[in-house]
Nanobody, 121 residues
């Protein structure tokens, strides 16, 4: 069963914008913190942005000032708004909820299936 579902990826021209979404399944009571990672072909997975349960955010230097991470606790959904996209941002983007709590009160580390972002003219 897929616990986190990402959407919003696609093909965009350099300088364009995309907003990724990460929706939790109904079995997850609370996503708490959200991480967004990305992995480009031939490269290691990279942590792009983090938002804690309290809403504190942190970004990789490569995306600082261009990407914004957020979450809607009422919808149990995380977001990554990506502006001023560059070809180097091309990668598969993954959301991760490392402290998700299920309706049974259990805590799990969940990952989404990934969504492709391609920045090209």
């Amino acid at each position: 069963q897929v616990q986190l579902v990402e959407s919003g990826g696609g093909l965009v021209q350099p300088g364009g914008s995309l907003r990724l979404s990460c929706a939790a399944s109904e079995s997850i009571f609370s996503i708490n913190a959200i991480n967004w990672y990305r992995q480009a072909p031939g490269k290691q997975r990279e942590l792009v942005a983090t938002i804690t349960n309290s809403g504190r955010t942190n970004y990789a230097d490569s995306v600082k000032g261009r990407f914004t991470i957020s979450k809607d606790d009422a919808k149990n959904t995380g977001y990554l708004l990506m502006n001023s996209l560059k070809p180097d941002d091309t990668a598969v983007y993954y959301c991760n909820a490392p402290e998700a709590v299920t309706s049974e009160g259990l805590m799990f580390d969940y990952w989404g299936q990934g969504t492709q972002v391609t920045v090209s003219s």
